[in-house]
């Protein structure tokens, strides 16, 4: 069966995000009252998987191997079965 | 003959600035090799050279680092050979786990395209022999060259003499005014621990003639023909 597989690629903790500082300084100038903004990339992958839990698996083996960098980055999955929401 | 191989991947752009550098060289002689195809046996030196392999997609050097090319690179450096990465070739060669640490995008956001001092570090790799305390400078044209990594790594890397080069100003200082990108400790480029792999984010490529606004590049390179002849090119002696 199908699986969407959502990996959320964020910067550790430690690590600084440029990106997020910039975005907290633009919604800043919007009057936001905002405390701190951290950035982060969604990367949805569609694969065969014998169950939820091999799908899982396989989602942590791609973000160990590619979708993240360990030195920089942790992430986190979210698997579900393919419907048409979810895609 | 020291012969180097210059590594090309889909989106490379340096190789041609490489191998021109390489020319100039008395006792050098380079070929440019896709990714694809690469080999170095009978090679003494590789080069990774800069530009934007894979478009940058996921991360700079992310999915180069999977290529049989980068598999050829490790297979090199694990039998000690000489490997230069610039630029993409140093996002490349951390991503591929044969340097210590990442590159992350600039501390200001911006792409950065000028020229800067690095002080030499560390002469115990192939293209710095003799040159540990000289200040070069050099251009760099980046956007992702901010080196982290995280405070053991970046404390084993300052202990075991792995900090290449690093940032400095005119006085050859390391001021947080000559860091172009907010690297940890105005951290330019570094080593391995056994000293041949070595990556930098400066483009020594494109300073290798007086025509180019600087010669530094040379005292770098031209090392290549002294690590194996056991004397520097009698242009820079």
Redesign the interface.
């Known amino acids: 069966m199908r699986f969407v597989a959502r990996v959320l690629v964020r910067?550790?903790a430690?690590?600084?995000d440029?990106?997020g500082e910039?975005v907290l300084a633009a919604l800043r100038s919007l009057g936001h009252d905002v405390a701190e903004v951290r950035t982060g990339k969604e990367i949805v992958v569609t694969f065969e998987a014998r169950d939820e839990n091999a799908a899982r698996e396989t989602a942590d083996r791609m973000g160990d191997q590619?979708?993240a960098?360990p030195?920089?980055e942790s992430y986190a999955v979210e698997v579900e079965r393919e419907t048409a929401r979810a895609r | 003959m020291t012969r180097v191989a210059i590594l090309r991947y889909p989106g490379t752009w340096s190789e041609r600035d490489f191998a021109h550098a390489l020319s100039l060289i008395p006792g050098v002689e380079s070929e440019v090799q896709w990714h694809e195809d690469t080999n170095l046996r009978g090679f003494d030196a590789a080069i990774v050279p800069g530009g934007f392999s894979y478009g940058d997609y996921l991360r700079a050097g992310a999915i180069a680092k999977l290529s049989p090319g980068t598999k050829e690179l490790r297979r090199f450096a694990s039998e000690g050979g000489a490997i230069l990465g610039s630029c993409n070739g140093f996002q490349i060669l951390c991503e591929a786990g044969l340097l210590p640490g990442a590159l992350i995008r600039n501390a200001d956001l911006a792409y950065r395209s000028d020229w800067v001092r690095i002080r030499v570090e560390s002469d115990r790799t192939p293209f710095t022999n003799g040159l540990r305390g000289a200040v070069l400078r050099m251009p760099i044209g980046n956007g992702e060259g901010c080196w982290v990594a995280d405070p053991e790594t970046n404390a084993r890397v300052e202990a075991a003499g792995q900090v290449a080069f690093r940032y400095v100003d005119e006085r050859g200082v390391a001021t947080a005014a000559a860091n172009p990108n907010g690297s940890l400790g105005n951290i330019a480029g570094v080593t391995n621990e056994t000293g041949n792999v070595l990556g930098l984010m400066p483009h020594p490529e494109r300073c290798v003639e007086a025509l180019l606004g600087g010669t530094d590049g040379y005292r770098m390179l031209g090392n290549l023909a002294g690590a194996r002849h056991g004397t520097a090119p009698a242009l820079y002696r």
């Open positions: 910067p550790k430690e690590v600084r440029p990106q910039a590619l979708l960098n030195v920089i």
